[in-house]
């Protein structure tokens, strides 16, 4: 399979506070980022569609940490990959 990805992933597991429109606030984990954005780990039962625009926010800082707009790109059983909306 050719890679597609323009970023180098660090792996890295940070709480993040996830917001979607129907399904409310959760606290999920990141598996790995990059500058272009993340795999989350995600509960079995939140179901999102690719396209989503989602509200991210990273917990584990010593300071507040921005709201960001982040686009889902890729669905899987484990998890979701977002990217940031530029």
Known sequence: MQEKRGDIRTRVGLKVKISHP???ELIATTSNISNG????????GFKVAVGTVLEVQLLEVSQATPVLQMEVVRVEPIGIAVKFVR
Not at 37 to 44: R, S
């Open 22 to 24: 129907e399904q409310g």
């Open 37 to 44: 954005g993340a795999f989350i780990l995600t509960p079995p």
